[in-house]
Nanobody, 126 residues
């Protein structure tokens, strides 16, 4: 199983970035895919997740309207489109996956997530 996150970088406030997470080694359609972020000294925070159905997504309140998760079944890839980035969005962003048996995924805890990518740094600074 592999999850390879990419797309991070250094951007100015108000900019956009799209993170990608290419996956392999598991049945993509049977897994929930999520994005988490972490800053030094703090717990990993769930940002957004997507279940197998297009409508089954959850997003952290503080990024709603700015971040959008999507999954490309043909490419076994999950994306996080981030816009209007702010300095408080600075973090290492991780993608993760777990076998899902319910219609909706969760981001309140890292516990269900079995597989993790290596993380990609997003820095928002002027």
């Amino acid at each position: 199983v592999q999850l390879q996150a990419s797309g991070g970088g250094l951007v100015q406030p108000g900019s956009s970035l799209r993170l990608s997470c290419a996956t392999s080694g598991f049945a993509f359609n049977d897994y929930a895919l999520g994005w988490f972020r972490q800053v030094p000294g703090k717990e990993r925070e769930g940002v957004s997740c997507a279940g197998p159905l297009d409508s089954s997504t959850r997003t952290l309140d503080s990024v709603k309207g700015r971040f959008t998760i999507s999954r490309d079944i043909a490419k076994n890839t999950v994306y996080l489109q981030m816009s209007s980035l702010q300095p408080e969005d600075t973090a290492v962003y991780y993608c993760a996956a777990y076998r899902i048996f319910l219609p909706f995924c969760g981001i309140s805890s890292v516990n269900p997530y079995k597989y993790w990518g290596q993380g990609t740094q997003v820095t928002v600074s002027s």
